[in-house]
C-alpha cells in the first residue's frame, strides 16, 4: 500500500507537473532525488538502512550512494511511465521488484548494497534520460 502511495505521488503527481517545466531526463531526476531524499527518516530508524555502529563517514556514503540510486531509480521509472502512455503499474511492479531485492540482498549484511548500485545504474539513467 505504500509503494502505491509514494507512486501516486511521485510518478502520477510530481512527474507529469515537472515535465510541463523541465526536460524529461531532469523532471525524472528530481523526483528520484526527492525521493530519496524523503526516506533519509529509515537511516534512523530501521533495520536495513539503519547500520549498528556506523561511523559518520559511513552514513554518509550509504546515504549519498541511496540518493544517487534512487536518482536513477527516478530516471529508469520515468521513462517506464511515459513509455507506458503514463500508467502508475511499471512504476509500481518496478519499485515493487527493486525493494524486494534490496531486502532480499541487505538481509544477507549488505549495508553498502547501494554504493555498487549507484555506480551501475548511472549509465543505465543517462541512457534511458
Given at each position: 500500500?505504500?509503494?502505491?502511495?509514494?507512486?501516486?505521488?511521485?510518478?502520477?503527481?510530481?512527474?507529469?507537473?515537472?515535465?510541463?517545466?523541465?526536460?524529461?531526463?531532469?523532471?525524472?531526476?528530481?523526483?528520484?532525488?526527492?525521493?530519496?531524499?524523503?526516506?533519509?527518516?529509515?537511516?534512523?530508524?530501521?533495520?536495513?538502512?539503519?547500520?549498528?555502529?556506523?561511523?559518520?563517514?559511513?552514513?554518509?556514503?550509504?546515504?549519498?550512494?541511496?540518493?544517487?540510486?534512487?536518482?536513477?531509480?527516478?530516471?529508469?521509472?520515468?521513462?517506464?511511465?511515459?513509455?507506458?502512455?503514463?500508467?502508475?503499474?511499471?512504476?509500481?511492479?518496478?519499485?515493487?521488484?527493486?525493494?524486494?531485492?534490496?531486502?532480499?540482498?541487505?538481509?544477507?549484511?549488505?549495508?553498502?548494497?547501494?554504493?555498487?548500485?549507484?555506480?551501475?545504474?548511472?549509465?543505465?539513467?543517462l541512457y534511458l534520460g
Amino acid at each position: 500500500i505504500v509503494i502505491s502511495l509514494e507512486e501516486i505521488g511521485w510518478r502520477g503527481f510530481l512527474l507529469p507537473l515537472l515535465d510541463h517545466h523541465l526536460s524529461s531526463l531532469h523532471s525524472s531526476a528530481v523526483v528520484g532525488f526527492i525521493w530519496g531524499v524523503w526516506h533519509l527518516p529509515l537511516f534512523f530508524a530501521t533495520p536495513p538502512h539503519l547500520v549498528e555502529n556506523d561511523t559518520p563517514i559511513g552514513f554518509i556514503i550509504r546515504f549519498g550512494c541511496y540518493v544517487v540510486s534512487l536518482t536513477t531509480n527516478g530516471v529508469i521509472m520515468g521513462w517506464l511511465f511515459r513509455g507506458s502512455g503514463g500508467s502508475l503499474w511499471t512504476s509500481l511492479l518496478f519499485h515493487s521488484s527493486f525493494n524486494a531485492t534490496v531486502y532480499a540482498l541487505m538481509a544477507t549484511d549488505l549495508g553498502y548494497f547501494f554504493v555498487p548500485y549507484a555506480l551501475l545504474s548511472v549509465p543505465v539513467a543517462l541512457y534511458l534520460g
